[in-house]
């Protein structure tokens, strides 16, 4: 599956942003999808997740109540909704695939469990 994000961009504290990620490939609804983030000088971290189905979603908690993950199999998208948007989370925000088992917490943030990756979009938050 190939993964192209799109939706960053500049927005003042407090602001919403979407970012999407468009997939292309079969079987989509077959791969649990992941959005991750990386600041400048940092490590690539997890921000939430989905199961193929969407019956499970995990987020961490520093955008728990904040941000949303959806997906739309039929459109082969993934969606983050982003809300009260804070300076902390400026990145770039990257959306990946995967086929592992990832239905625990512990398993759908390890980045080494996805074998696909969108080419990130930046998210810049002003204070």
């Known amino acids: 599956v190939q993964l192209q994000a799109s939706g960053g961009g500049l927005v003042q504290a407090g602001g919403s942003l979407r970012v999407s990620c468009a997939a292309s490939?079969?079987?989509?609804?077959?791969?649990?999808l992941g959005w991750f983030r990386q600041a400048p000088g940092k490590e690539r971290d997890f921000v939430a997740g989905i199961t193929g189905s969407g019956g499970i979603i995990y987020y961490a908690d520093s955008v728990k109540g904040r941000f949303t993950i959806s997906r739309d199999n039929a459109e082969s998208t993934v969606h983050l909704q982003m809300n009260s948007l804070n300076p902390e989370d400026t990145a770039v925000y990257y959306c990946?695939?995967?086929?592992?088992?990832?239905?625990?917490?512990?398993?759908?943030?390890?980045?080494?469990?996805?074998?696909?990756w969108g080419q990130g979009t930046l998210v810049t938050v002003s204070s």
């Open positions: 990946a695939a995967t086929l592992s088992w990832v239905r625990t917490m512990a398993r759908m943030t390890q980045t080494s469990l996805y074998n696909y």
């Open positions: 490939g079969r079987s989509f609804s077959s791969y649990a």
